[in-house]
């Protein structure tokens, strides 16, 4: 990983201490982390690139078990926010370059 992008956790870190707000991320993918979205009246919400997350995972898994694993236990574990929280749910980042056929 390169050096700006093991600075986007504490950038993001940073900005949430300092603007004494909260986002809700997920656990073990903070190098898939390429920034994060403040938009008026919502917490703010990381976004993490998808490609990097099922990285990520293939460090323990192949790639075919790591895309299902994350699709369906982290991807279809996100919920709208709650009215109590007022917490967004991450966003995920799919690049259209790593979606086109070769």
């Known amino acids: 990983m390169d050096a700006a992008c093991e600075s986007v956790p504490s950038q993001l ?25 403040n938009n008026p009246g919502e ?17 323990d898994m192949e790639e075919g078990e790591a895309i299902e694993h994350f699709d369906f ?3 279809g574990s996100m919920y709208p926010p709650s009215s109590e929280d007022r917490l967004w749910p991450p966003l995920v980042l799919y690049s259209l370059e790593s979606r086109r056929p070769k």
């Open 13 to 37: 870190s940073d900005y949430l201490d300092t603007t004494e707000q909260s986002a809700i991320t997920m656990d073990g993918f903070d190098e898939a982390i390429v920034g994060f979205v």
């Open 43 to 59: 917490s703010p919400r990381v976004v993490y690139d998808y490609q990097r997350c099922i990285q990520v995972l293939c460090t």
């Open 73 to 75: 236990n982290c991807l």
